[in-house]
C-alpha cells in the first residue's frame, strides 16, 4: 500500500564499491567512552537509566542508544538495540494500533462483498478478520526478521481490492438468488481505510449486487460454499501472483533498475504517497473534525512541545528497590498517549449522548459502540490454518489482476525500505536486502493465501512516519508488534476490542504520519539543483502525471479498454496509482533528458554519504542488514551471485566494482 524512498538511494547501487566489507567500522560511545560496534551495547554501559541492568522502567532514556557522530537525529532505540521486554510491548502495541485500522478494512470488505447470506455476514467477518491478523503477524515478524530486517509493519495491501471487486463482478461471480430473493454482497462500504486507490466506489461495490444464478429451493442453495468458492478463487491468484514475487526478489530482477534511480525519481514517488492517500485522512476526519483535530494537536504537542519534559515514572532494581525515575515518556510515546486521551473524549461524548445515534449522520463513527456487533460475535480463541475454506482455485482473471496488484505492491515496498533506513537514521539498504524483502513479502502472502486470509501483505508507511516521531526503531519492537497481532487474531475479543478504535482518532494518527513520509520524499530535494529549468520541467511534469492520470481515470472507469478485460484490470491497477505513474515519469524523464551528475543531484547524494569524521556513513549501519546467525559463514562460504544473500557480489551492469576484491555491492 505505500511507499518511501530513502535519500542515499543511488549510492547504494553504483559507490557502495568504495566499501571494505571485512573492516569492522566502531563509534565511540558518548556515555562510557568504550567502544562498541554500532547498534551494540557492551557490557560495561548500563541500557536503561543510570541503575542496575536489571532496572525496571516505564519509559525510555534518548542517551541509552549507541549514539553515532555522522547521524544528526539519533533514534532514541537503534534498530539494534535490545529493548527492554516491557517497553517493546508498550512501543509494539502503539505501532499495531497505528496499522490496525487499515489492516482490517480489508476483510471487512471482503466478508461483505463475497455473497455470505445476512446472517452470516458476522461470523464470517470474524474468522477472516481473525485470520488476517494471524498472516499479518507473521508476514511482520518474518520481513523484520529474516527479510529487509528494518523495522516496518506488514499490513493488509488495499491494492489487491480493486482486482477483487473486478473479479466478482464478473458473471461466474455474482451473488445467485434464492426464491426470487438475492444473496448479494453488503456493500458494505468501509470509507475510513479503503480509498487507497478509490477501488471502492459506488459504482464498483454496486457491480456486486446484479443477480445470477437462482435456485428453486433451500436444499439446492449452500450457502457456506458460495462464499467459500468465492475466497478459494481470490486466495488462488494471490497465492500464484506471490509466487511471482518471490520469484522476482529471489532473483534480484526488480534491483537492476534501482541503479538508474535518483533524487527526481524518488521525489514525486515519495511524496505522491502521502499526497494519493490523503482521502483515507479525510473520510475519517469528516466524521468528526474536532476529535480529529485533538488527536493531530496531541500528537503534536507531545512529540515537538513537550520532547524534553520529562516526568517521574516508577521503577524499580535491587539497590534502589522501588523508586522515581524522570523520564521522556512524550518522546517514545506520543501517539499512544494521544490516542488515549482521544478515544477517552470520544466515550465520554458517547456516554453523554453528545454524539448522534443514527447511522450515516456526521458524527456517528466517532461514537465508541458502533462496533461492539464484532465484540459480540468475536470467539474467545480462533486457530486459523492453511486451507481452512477448501483448496484455492486459479483463473487467468485472477491471476493477471493479482499480479498487477503484486507488482504496484513491489514498487511500494521498495519505496518503504529506503524511507525506513532514511528515518531511522541508517544507510540506505543494500541490493541483497532488498531482494530478500521482496521475496519475504511474497512469501508472506502466500501464506496469506494458503490461510485464506482474504488479502496479502506489504509494508506501511504509516508506521515509518510514527518512528520519526516516536524515535523508537529497535528491531525487537516490531518483532513483538507481529507477535501482538497474532494474539489479536487468536484470541478474537482482544483483537475486537483493538478494531473499536473511532474513525476520527485514526485520521488525526495517518494525517500526521502520512505528513511524515511526505516531508521524506521532498527531503531528497537538498542534492537537486531546483533552479535547473531542466529539473523544474521533470518534477513538476512528475507530481501532475501523478495526480491527473489516476484522477481521470477515477471519473472515467470505462476509458480503457484494450478489447482484453484482464489486460484492462492490469492497466487500471497500475494507472490508478499516483506514485507508480509520477515515479515512473520522474525515472524515463531523468534518465533520457541531458544532465551533469551534479545538476541531477546525484553527485551531492554521494558526498552526503561521507560523515564529517571522514568515515564512510554506509560502513557504520551496513550491519543492520546482515542475516542473523549466519551472515559470517555466508560471506565467507556463499557464492557472490546470490542476489538475496550477504554475500552477493553485486549486479552484472556494475564496470568497475568488481576489480575491487573486498567489495560487497557497486
Request: glycine share 8%; proline share 5%; aromatic share 8%.
Amino acid at each position: 500500500m505505500i511507499i518511501s524512498f530513502h535519500v542515499k538511494f543511488i549510492n547504494n547501487m553504483t559507490e557502495l564499491k568504495n566499501i571494505n566489507i571485512n573492516s569492522r567500522t566502531f563509534v565511540t560511545d558518548i556515555n562510557e567512552g568504550t567502544h562498541t560496534k554500532h547498534g551494540e551495547i557492551s557490557s560495561s554501559q548500563v541500557p536503561h537509566g543510570n541503575g542496575s541492568e536489571d532496572e525496571f522502567i516505564f519509559g525510555g532514556n534518548e542517551n541509552d542508544a549507541t549514539k553515532d557522530n555522522c547521524v544528526t537525529n539519533p533514534m532514541i532505540y537503534g534498530i539494534e538495540d535490545k529493548t527492554p521486554i516491557h517497553l517493546a510491548i508498550i512501543y509494539g502495541l502503539q505501532q499495531v494500533l497505528l496499522s490496525l485500522s487499515a489492516t482490517i478494512a480489508i476483510p471487512l470488505l471482503i466478508s461483505r462483498n463475497i455473497c455470505a447470506r445476512d446472517e452470516d455476514v458476522n461470523d464470517v467477518t470474524v474468522k477472516i478478520l481473525g485470520t488476517f491478523l494471524v498472516t499479518c503477524g507473521i508476514a511482520t515478524f518474518l520481513q523484520s526478521t529474516f527479510g529487509v530486517r528494518l523495522p516496518i509493519i506488514q499490513g493488509g495491501c488495499h491494492s489487491y481490492m480493486v482486482p477483487f471487486f473486478s473479479l466478482m463482478s464478473l458473471e461466474k461471480w455474482k451473488c445467485p438468488e434464492l426464491n426470487n430473493s438475492t444473496v448479494s454482497a453488503a456493500g458494505y462500504n468501509i470509507t475510513p481505510m479503503v480509498n487507497m486507490t478509490s477501488a471502492m466506489d459506488n459504482a464498483t461495490l454496486a457491480m456486486n449486487n446484479v443477480t445470477s444464478t437462482a435456485f428453486d429451493s433451500a436444499s439446492d442453495y449452500d450457502s457456506d460454499e458460495v462464499w467459500k468458492a468465492r475466497i478459494r478463487e481470490l486466495q488462488g491468484g494471490i497465492m500464484l501472483a506471490s509466487v511471482t514475487q518471490v520469484v522476482i526478489g529471489m532473483t534480484g530482477l526488480f534491483g537492476v533498475i534501482l541503479s538508474f534511480v535518483g533524487p527526481l525519481t524518488v521525489v514525486p514517488t515519495v511524496s505522491l504517497i502521502g499526497i494519493s492517500l490523503a482521502d483515507i485522512a479525510v473520510e475519517n476526519n469528516k466524521q468528526q473534525w474536532g476529535i480529529a483535530l485533538l488527536t493531530i494537536g496531541l500528537i503534536i504537542l507531545f512529540s515537538l512541545f513537550l520532547k524534553d519534559i520529562q516526568l517521574p515514572v516508577p521503577a524499580y532494581n535491587k539497590e534502589k528497590k522501588c523508586h522515581t525515575k524522570k523520564l521522556n515518556i512524550f518522546k517514545t510515546l506520543s501517539i499512544i498517549i494521544a490516542i488515549g486521551l482521544s478515544w477517552s473524549v470520544c466515550a465520554i461524548l458517547t456516554a453523554t449522548n453528545a454524539l448522534p445515534e443514527t447511522e450515516g449522520k456526521i458524527g456517528y463513527r466517532a461514537r465508541t459502540d458502533t462496533k461492539l456487533s464484532l465484540l459480540k460475535t468475536a470467539p474467545w480463541i480462533f486457530i486459523p490454518y492453511p486451507g481452512q475454506w477448501g483448496t484455492p482455485t486459479v483463473s487467468l482473471a485472477s491471476y493477471v489482476g493479482m499480479m498487477a496488484a503484486t507488482l504496484q505492491s513491489i514498487i511500494e515496498s521498495v519505496g518503504d525500505y529506503y524511507a525506513c533506513a532514511r528515518v531511522c537514521a541508517v544507510c540506505p539498504p543494500p541490493a541483497h536486502a532488498v531482494n530478500r524483502g521482496i521475496a519475504m513479502e511474497g512469501l508472506s502472502s502466500i501464506i496469506c493465501g494458503a490461510y485464506g486470509s482474504g488479502g496479502a501483505t506489504t509494508s506501511y508507511s504509516q508506521d515509518i512516519g510514527a518512528i520519526g516521531f516516536t524515535r523508537v526503531a529497535s528491531r525487537l519492537t516490531f518483532q513483538m508488534a507481529g507477535l501482538i497481532f497474532i494474539l489479536c487474531g487468536i484470541f478474537g475479543k482482544f483483537g475486537a476490542v483493538l478494531t473499536m478504535m473511532p474513525d476520527p482518532v485514526v485520521g488525526g494518527i495517518v494525517t500526521v504520519s502520512f505528513g511524515m513520509v511526505i516531508s521524506v520524499g521532498l527531503s531528497n530535494l537538498q542534492f537537486v539543483q531546483l533552479n535547473s529549468t531542466r529539473n523544474q520541467c521533470i518534477l513538476g511534469l512528475s507530481f501532475m502525471m501523478g495526480i491527473v492520470i489516476p484522477r481521470w481515470l477515477y471519473q472515467s472507469p470505462g476509458a480503457i479498454r484494450t478489447g482484453n478485460t484482464e489486460l484492462d484490470q492490469a492497466l487500471l491497477v497500475l494507472l490508478k496509482t499516483a506514485m507508480f505513474v509520477g515515479g515512473v515519469t520522474g525515472f524515463i524523464l531523468d534518465n533520457i533528458v541531458p544532465g551533469s551528475e551534479e545538476e541531477r543531484g546525484i553527485r551531492g547524494w554521494r558526498e552526503h554519504t561521507i560523515a564529517e569524521d571522514g568515515v564512510n556513513v554506509m560502513d557504520k549501519t551496513i550491519e543492520v542488514y546482515d542475516l542473523p546467525w549466519i551472515t559470517p559463514f555466508l560471506k565467507r562460504h556463499a557464492p557472490r551471485w546470490i542476489p538475496f544473500l550477504p554475500s552477493f557480489g553485486g549486479y552484472p551492469t556494475c564496470r568497475r566494482c568488481r576489480r575491487k576484491a573486498n567489495t560487497r555491492l557497486c
